[in-house]
């Protein structure tokens, strides 16, 4: 993983997906869900969020359905990465095998709002205070499935022979 500074929208606990892309809107496509993302937990976030940012929130990240929206959305809006104690199952599962970074990290709720962190190469997070986080290491077979765009796209690569099984 390259080394990333980025500014942070913080969340608490128990973020389901359907805050994340709402049920009333599921008929429509990624864009449109997207503009509704959060909106019932931090409605200036879909219109605010920039290309590169990241959200930190407290345990539980993700849980409830098993809507890959819900990962979609956070991809079309450029999160960089979203960083917790813990995941959804469900949505820790989509969101490598859409590439979407995760982070699992016990010490993410020491992260402050609007704070700018680097995410390191050694998965380890520095804040703007100077503190190191330490994280959990991503497995390097998740994180290839991250810098090559996902699950679809390693099987691709895999059928082309350009990329070890």
Not at 79 to 99: K, Q, S, W
Not at 118 to 125: Q, R, S, V
Request: aromatic letters at 8%.
């Amino acid at each position: 993983m390259t080394t990333y500074k980025s500014r942070v929208w913080k969340l608490g606990s128990d973020v389901d997906t359907d805050s994340l892309a709402p049920g009333a809107y599921m008929k429509y496509g990624v864009d449109v869900i997207a503009q509704y993302c959060l909106e019932a937990i931090r409605p200036d976030f879909a219109k605010n969020v920039r290309a590169g940012d990241v959200l930190v929130a407290g345990p539980n990240f993700g849980i409830g359905s098993s809507r890959e929206q819900a990962v979609e959305v956070l991809m079309h809006l450029g999160l960089r990465a979203v960083i917790a104690p813990t995941f959804g199952g469900l949505f820790f599962r989509n969101a490598f095998n859409l590439g979407l970074l995760l982070i699992t990290c016990p010490e993410a709720e020491k992260i402050l709002q609007d704070e700018t962190i680097t995410l390191l190469e050694t998965g380890e997070i520095e804040r703007e205070n100077g503190t190191v986080l330490m994280c959990n290491k991503t497995p390097d077979f998740l994180m290839n499935m991250i810098h090559v765009g996902g699950l679809m796209n390693v099987l691709k690569l895999r059928s082309q022979g350009n990329l070890d099984a």
